[in-house]
């Protein structure tokens, strides 16, 4: 069994900054892609930020420049650092990983998601 659990969220001003988190754990023989989606009220879940284990990342164009996503591989977390947010950014923000346990079968997991709410 593999989980992810996300911590970071919460209430910001508009201009403000978070740093989200997600840790997986578990039975894990190896994580690969790794990333951070979005799904804002009466929308559909969105990427935000990937990185895939080589350390490449790509982003949607909305949070190009504003987000920085990052990963530390002996911890099996990834952060998404979040600078100059906008109301619009507010959404539950899911983390999502591709994981090799070790009996060697690929699993997709989703986290439970953390609530980012942008308002003054």
């Known amino acids: 069994q593999v989980q992810l659990v996300e911590s970071g969220g919460g209430l910001v001003q508009p201009g403000g900054s978070l740093r989200l988190s997600c840790a997986a754990s578990?039975?894990?023989?190896?994580?690969?892609?790794m990333g951070w989606y979005r799904q804002a009220p009466g929308k559909q879940r969105e990427l935000v930020a990937r990185?895939?284990?080589?350390?490449?990342?790509n982003y949607a164009d909305s949070v190009k420049g504003r987000c920085t996503i990052s990963r530390d591989y002996d911890k099996n977390t990834i952060y998404l650092q979040m600078n100059s947010l906008k109301p619009e950014d507010t959404a539950v923000y899911y983390c999502?990983?591709?994981?090799?346990?070790?009996?060697?079968?690929?699993?997709?997991?989703w986290g439970q998601g953390t609530q980012v709410t942008v308002s003054a």
């Open positions: 999502k990983a591709d994981i090799m346990q070790r009996d060697r079968r690929l699993v997709v997991m």
């Open positions: 990185i895939d284990i080589g350390g490449s990342t």
């Open positions: 578990g039975s894990i023989f190896s994580v690969h892609d």
